[in-house]
């Protein structure tokens, strides 16, 4: 299992390339399945997850080569013939539930297992299942599958979501793409990677209105076809390295980003005394004002501030000055990476879903623990900036979410490296 060691202290100076979006990536590579021909992904990161939902495909019956280093995935689901997601595959990633909706609306079955629960929180799947009823299907929980069934295929419908849930928009729009008449989805999520996944399924010949407003408009049509779709940027990779020259100190370039991504997070940077500019290839961050002020954070769902930056802006808010209120409203357990930060020398104080943070002038280095894929991550921003040695140990999470952490944050003048331990 690799750890990662880093040494604190240093300024940062240089680029950082961000990589196309993981969270978007998952949910396009599903739609490959609503068409007998080819759709190919460009601009696709190298992450482990990746790599899972290609399996899962596969397994599925799809074809998926990896071409161009890994940056681009060409998949053909002319031969998918199995609607079977499987136990094995499903439990490694929350989010290979993103193929239900599209092997239902395929095959007009669907079996798929419950993927259980992870580290940070329940993660039901009602409001996937509520949606694809409405739409027809009939759908049942045995042995731990999901056993979808509409033998006549799926039918439009009006379906009001009692929370934004950002995979039931998915599996529904997708479900729905190909459904007879109709479905207007009510209280949709609006997050960038829905819009992304609403542009793939246009290209492909999906007609979808309203994508990024609350209500989004599905008429479905017969048959989706091939096309090439480059996926957007990563907007929570651009988040957490635009915090990585506030924390260590210097000035650095993000190669592909831009503020339209994050609003709500640039505007606690600038709550904070960070200053980011736009730039001809993305965004300039530096921090060249001492320590940053303190500032209050709740997250929600999209335009509000990213639940998958809440721990990186924990990191930051260590060793701001003064006291800040972290609020973490979309997941129940998600301050995991708290207690391994306060090995670190932070101050924090955690009740329920609230983290109260008393900023400290210096973090030291400590032997810690990755919990998940943002918390493994927060812990090696903290200690970029951190007294000594830190010793990140299970990065197997962050591998999942994170393309070459060492080489690009090194490229900058981070003192990490990756060891097998
Ligand atoms: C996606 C992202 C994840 C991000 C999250 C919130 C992917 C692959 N993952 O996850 O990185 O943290 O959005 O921005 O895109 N819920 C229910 N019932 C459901 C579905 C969800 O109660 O049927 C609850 C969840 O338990 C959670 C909340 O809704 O508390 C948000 O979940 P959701 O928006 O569905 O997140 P994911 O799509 O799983």
Redesign the pocket.
Known sequence: MDSIIIQGGGELQGQIPIAGAK?AC??LMPATLLSEEPLTLTNVPRLSDIATMSQLLQSLGAEVSSLADGQVVAMSSHGADNPVADYEIVRKM??SNLVLGPLLARHGRAVVSLPGGCAI????????IHGLEALGAKIELKDGYLHADAPKGLKGARIALR?A????TENIMMAASLAKGTTELVNA?R?P?IVDLANCLRAMGAEIEGAGSGTITIEGVDRLHGATHPVIADRIELGTYMLAPVIAGGEVELLGGRIGLLESFCEKLDEAGISVSETKNGLRVSCKNGRVRAVNVKTGVFPGF???LQAQMMALLCTADGESVLEET??ENRFMHAPELIRMGAQIDVQGGTATVTGVERLKGAPVMATDLRASVSLILAALAAEGETVVSRVYHLDRGYERVEEKLGACGARIERVKT
């Open positions: 969270n998952l949910t929350r989010a929180g329940a993660r039901p799947m009602d409001l996937h929370f849930s950002v995979g039931a999520a997050e990677e990213p639940t998958d979309i997941f």
